[in-house]
């Protein structure tokens, strides 16, 4: 079993940056993919980012390519998405989200954290 909390978000103007952290507990934290995504208002949970146990292999949106990075601190048991350049159409509820393979699909993790919510305006 593996619990996660989200922490991290808030409101922020066009243009400004967030750092979004997870901080998991119960077994290897290594041992497990993580990912992060996205769900807006009336919109179904996206995809966002997601690295392999030790940080191998990061997938990204094309969405946040190049204005978001995740990554991870097995010591700390912390995976982080630094976002950068944000905009309004960022805004939504950010989940992190692990599994025991690496995956970018909503089915593809079994475990999830409460959410955090990301306000970007205009």
């Known amino acids: 079993q593996v619990q996660l909390v989200e922490s991290g978000g808030g409101l922020v103007q066009a243009g400004g940056s967030l750092r979004l952290s997870c901080a998991a507990s119960g077994r290897t934290f290594s041992n497990y993919a993580m990912g992060w995504f996205r769900q807006a208002p009336g919109k179904d949970r996206e995809f966002v980012a997601a690295?392999?146990?030790?940080?191998?292999?990061?997938y990204y949106a094309d969405s946040v390519k190049g204005r978001f990075t995740c990554s991870r601190d097995n010591a700390k048991k912390t995976v982080y998405l630094q976002m950068n350049t944000l905009k309004p159409e960022d805004t939504a509820v950010y989940y992190c989200?692990?599994?025991?393979?690496?995956?970018?699909?909503?089915?593809?993790?079994?475990?999830w954290g409460q959410g955090t919510q990301v306000t970007v305006s205009s």
């Open positions: 690295i392999s146990g030790l940080g191998r292999t990061i």
């Open positions: 989200a692990a599994d025991k393979s690496l995956g970018i699909a909503v089915g593809d993790f079994a475990y």
